[in-house]
């Protein structure tokens, strides 16, 4: 089955600076990306996701990027802002039915 | 955006008791749900896929007798979590999946054992 792997698992950054998180996953017939950002005690809140057919996508200050090849995908954040504090995971899955296999999470703190 | 409501959202029992958390797709028919546990500080485990009309599929180390999850409609998933002990306690949360329209997760249930 699927693995997906997150680093890191904790990150500082200074307000306005850029904040990268990395996944790798196993599972060449996954196709589908999503970052979520998750608050204390809340349900996911998806932030961007990316299909298997594109290689970045950008919203506004969050892109993500997908190398299929090396089976890796990134989360970039921009001119990060103390209330982009929160954890967030990746994940993958395929186009059929099944779940979404979680990375372990990255706990981002942004300093003002 | 995907809607799933997942009742209740806290809930603490007596050790040795039984609590059952509802999942339901409020705009879609979901055929299959998953259930998720999320222990603090970590990441959000399947525990379970929850089949419309047919029996749940357990991930490896989810005791099935323990965790009974019911798919009886399109729209409703039920987990019981049966004679609760302390170790128990966790974040519950569901989801369903829209095949390319996306996903929908509940808003989690925290289930406290004491």
């Known amino acids: 089955g699927e693995n997906v792997e997150q680093h890191p698992s904790t990150l500082s950054v200074q307000e306005g600076d850029s904040a990268v998180i990395k996944c790798t996953y196993s599972d060449s017939a996954s196709n589908y990306f999503p970052w979520y950002k998750q608050e204390l005690g809340k349900r996911p809140q998806l932030i961007i996701d990316?299909?298997?057919?594109?290689g970045e996508k950008k919203d506004q200050r969050i892109a993500v990027t997908l190398n299929k090849t090396a089976k890796h995908f990134s989360l970039h954040i921009t001119e990060t802002q103390p209330e982009d504090s929160a954890v967030y995971f990746c994940?993958?899955?395929?186009?059929?039915?099944?779940?979404?296999?979680f990375g372990k999470g990255t706990r981002l703190s942004v300093i003002a | 955006g995907a809607v799933v409501s997942q009742h209740p959202s806290w809930v603490i029992c007596k050790s040795g008791t039984s609590v059952k958390i509802e999942c339901r797709s409020l705009?879609?028919?979901?055929?299959?749900m998953f259930w998720y546990r999320q222990f603090p500080k970590q990441s959000l485990m399947l525990m379970a896929t929850?089949?419309?009309?047919?029996?749940?599929?357990?991930e490896q180390g989810v005791e099935k007798d323990k965790f009974l999850i019911n798919h009886a409609s399109l729209t409703l998933s039920t987990l019981t979590v049966t004679s609760a002990h302390p170790e128990d306690s966790s974040f519950y949360i569901c989801?369903?999946?829209?095949?390319?329209?996306?996903?929908?997760f509940g808003s989690g249930t925290r289930l406290t054992v004491v």
């Open positions: 994940a993958a899955t395929d186009s059929g039915n099944t779940p979404l296999v």
């Open positions: 989801s369903d999946r829209r095949g390319t329209g996306g996903i929908g």
């Open positions: 705009d879609f028919q979901a055929t299959t």
């Open positions: 929850s089949n419309e009309g047919s029996k749940a599929t357990y």
């Open positions: 990316i299909r298997s057919n594109v």
